[in-house]
């Protein structure tokens, strides 16, 4: 099927028009991805330990305080607070790998729901996947994930 794009930036498709704009679109991307955050943090929730946590705060914590995410990631600033060990697992577990999730997504700037915008706004934090901090994220993947 082949969409085109129509003057007043909606998409026509071969069945017909779509009424939704490009905004519109983005839209319910955002809000099915926030659910879809939302339950994979109540998943995650009822099998926290504190093993897990204590992984988090001495491996992770660290990588991040170097980089200089707390820059913007701390308090009610900007979301996740990247400190707090439940709010940065769901970015970790979105995805399929150690390699291939929405934590190393952002920190590499892989990828984003519109190609124009940057997946971190804070910049590359990563020049690959295996540099830091994107290789202690990894090796935290495989502690939550790998058991």
Not at 66 to 76: K, L, M, N
Request: proline fraction near 4%; glycine fraction near 4%.
């Amino acid at each position: 099927m082949h969409n085109k794009k129509t003057s007043n930036n909606k998409n026509t498709s071969a069945f017909g028009t779509d009424h939704m704009t490009k905004k519109e679109d983005f839209k319910i991307k955002a809000s099915s991805a926030l659910i879809g955050l939302a339950t994979i943090f109540l998943v995650l929730s009822s099998n926290i330990s504190q093993a897990d946590e204590a992984y988090f705060n001495a491996n992770v914590v660290p990588q991040l305080a170097q980089h200089t995410c707390a820059t913007c990631h701390v308090g009610q600033y900007i979301r996740p607070r990247v400190f707090e060990y439940r709010e940065l697992l769901p970015y970790l577990a979105m995805g399929t790998a150690r390699d291939n999730n929405v934590l190393i997504a952002k920190m590499t700037n892989a990828r984003h729901l519109l190609p124009d915008v940057a997946s971190h706004p804070g910049g590359q934090k990563c020049s690959s996947k295996d540099v830091e901090p994107c290789a202690t994220f990894m090796k935290w993947w495989d502690e939550e994930f790998k058991k």
